[in-house]
């Protein structure tokens, strides 16, 4: 009675994309007693997803050989969500890179490149940054002063890269909070980099997506979609956020470190 082939079915549980339709949807949530607001979100989720096929998809798929994979999800979910957290304790998170720290990132991470492969990358990154001019997008940067004090690439590429910071911490939408090594309670450096993003209401129904945490690993990344192990970096983030300097001190010890 959901109107779905023998065929359908299979490339569902093979996990193929395949298409599903309203009445099959609802004939999942059935099956499943989802509640109302659930059974909404997913019809709200499904028609989005619809829209987007029909446009082409995601700007990223004209990037696909400049990816890892599974970096689509993570793009994803960046364009959809409102507000992002970022918390590093190593690098200057991806949005804010400039072009020579990037490539000085990506030379170390992939030596047998050929130039038009991390060309290639560099232009997927600068594209992301696209985000940064969206009205309705708010990035909020935490990080230790030790990512300002690396020096990744050369001392000139780290002098451009945190004026580079200075610049955007003055823009709104946009908040870079930096936090000291005079600082003795050692939060979030158990839980290691982390993002968190939110998302706006669906534009049918209202209805809130729930936040995603990432933790991108050296050998495979982490999605945390669990509302209890999300509202764990969630609290840390507003624990971070308790010791980290002021946007106006940051700005600051922003302004020394790139003299020195």
């Known amino acids: ?4 082939s023998p065929q359908s079915y299979g490339r569902i549980e093979d996990g193929w994309q395949t298409k599903v339709t309203d009445l099959g ?7 499943y007693e989802a509640t109302d607001e659930e059974r909404r979100l997913l019809l709200d989720l ?9 446009s082409g998809g995601g ?6 050989d400049a990816m890892v994979s599974g970096f689509d999800h993570y793009l994803a979910l960046e364009e959809a ?9 190593t690098v200057i998170p991806g949005l804010l890179q400039t072009r020579a720290y990037r490539r000085a990132l990506t030379w170390a991470n992939n030596p047998d490149w050929s130039p ?4 290639r990358t560099l232009d997927l990154a600068r594209r992301r940054q696209h985000l940064l001019d969206r009205p309705d997008f708010r990035f909020e940067a935490l990080m230790t002063e030790a990512v300002l004090r690396y020096t990744i690439g050369s001392p000139p590429v780290m002098a451009d890269q945190v004026r580079h910071l200075l610049a955007h911490s003055e823009s709104p939408g946009i908040e870079i909070r930096i936090v000291p090594n005079t600082e003795t309670r050692p939060v979030g450096l158990i839980s290691r980099s982390f993002m968190l993003f939110s998302f706006p209401p669906l534009r049918a129904s209202k209805l809130q997506e729930p936040p995603v945490a990432f933790m991108e690993g050296f050998t495979g990344d982490l999605y945390i979609e669990r509302d209890t192990e999300v509202s764990k970096y969630a609290r840390e983030a507003e624990r971070i956020r308790h010791v980290a300097l002021s946007a106006s001190a940051s700005r600051d010890l922003m302004l020394r470190v790139s003299k020195e």
């Open 59 to 64: 700007w990223w798929r004209a990037y696909a």
């Open 1 to 4: 009675m959901a109107e779905i």
């Open 81 to 89: 969500a409102n507000w992002v957290t970022a918390w590093q304790t």
């Open 116 to 119: 038009e492969e991390v060309n």
């Open 46 to 54: 499904a028609r989005e997803i619809r829209e987007a096929t029909a």
């Open 25 to 31: 949807l609802n004939a999942l949530a059935n099956a």
